[in-house]
């Protein structure tokens, strides 16, 4: 079975600094989907961005981008320019590429705060 | 921008009781999900369902679970016979297509506290 691993549980940054969030995995799939999750207080979960395992290129969106290492399972979020309004819960899920109907695994999480 | 839509946003039950979760997908959406996140543990997948029926669903997702969408908008959660083990925030998500990078989209979640 898959698991996601968030050894974080909580991280602060200042506001305008670069923050990384970590998160590893475990499969013994080639094919699948890494996504992070943003959960601010209002507490609807919304996607920041998505990786296919397939592709070797980090992906990359606006101030968010995934360092991605397949090798080694690990699937960090690094957010650059911190605003406050990213302070947020941010969970790391897994998603197999077939055979299942699309169900996520997640981490536990990672609640973030950005200073001013 | 579409949404998934989560009714209540609170729910206190008596433990015993049935309760019924709700939710409405995105409407041109086919695959749809229930997961539940104990206060201060990770979200865990409950069931998916397509196409009418149950697709997949996990150990947690025992005979006190139901699902249904019985007016081809409305997707349910219904809960029998409540413990107070099932005090968690219930999220709907709902996807167009799973089997590539396509985005499951999440409600604002219903926390059920059973007392």
């Not at chain 1, 968030?6 to 969030?21: F, I, R």
């Not at chain 1, 013994?28 to 992070?36: A, Q, R």
């Not at chain 1, 991605?68 to 650059?80: D, G, N, T, V």
């Not at chain 1, 590429?97 to 169900?103: F, K, L, V, W, Y």
Request: net charge negative; proline share 4%; glycine share 4%.
């Amino acid at each position: 079975a898959q698991t996601v691993t968030q050894s974080q549980p909580e991280m602060s940054v200042q506001e305008a600094e670069t923050v990384t969030l970590s998160c590893t995995y475990d499969t013994s799939e080639s094919d699948y989907y890494l996504f992070w999750y943003k959960q601010p207080p209002s507490r609807q979960m919304i996607l920041v961005i998505r990786q296919e395992a397939y592709k070797q290129q980090n992906a990359t969106e606006n101030r968010f981008s995934v360092n991605f290492q397949k090798a080694a399972k690990s699937f960090s979020l690094k957010i650059s320019d911190s605003q406050l309004g990213d302070a947020a819960m941010y969970f790391c899920a897994y998603r197999s590429a077939g055979g299942s109907q699309g169900n996520l695994i997640f981490g536990k999480g990672t609640k973030l705060s950005v200073k001013p | 921008e579409p949404e998934v839509t989560q009714t209540p946003s609170h729910q206190v039950t008596q433990m015993g009781q049935e309760v019924i979760l709700r939710c409405v997908p995105i409407s041109n959406h086919l695959y749809f999900y229930w997961y539940r996140q104990i206060l201060g543990q990770k979200v865990e997948f409950l069931v998916s369902f397509y196409n009418n029926e149950i697709s997949e669903k996990s150990e947690i997702f025992d005979d006190q679970f139901s699902v249904e969408r019985p007016d081809g908008s409305n997707f349910t959660l219904k809960i029998r016979s409540t413990k107070l083990e099932d005090s968690a925030m219930y999220f709907c998500a709902s996807n167009l297509e799973p089997f590539s990078n396509t985005e499951a989209f999440f409600g604002q979640g219903t926390r059920l506290t059973v007392v």
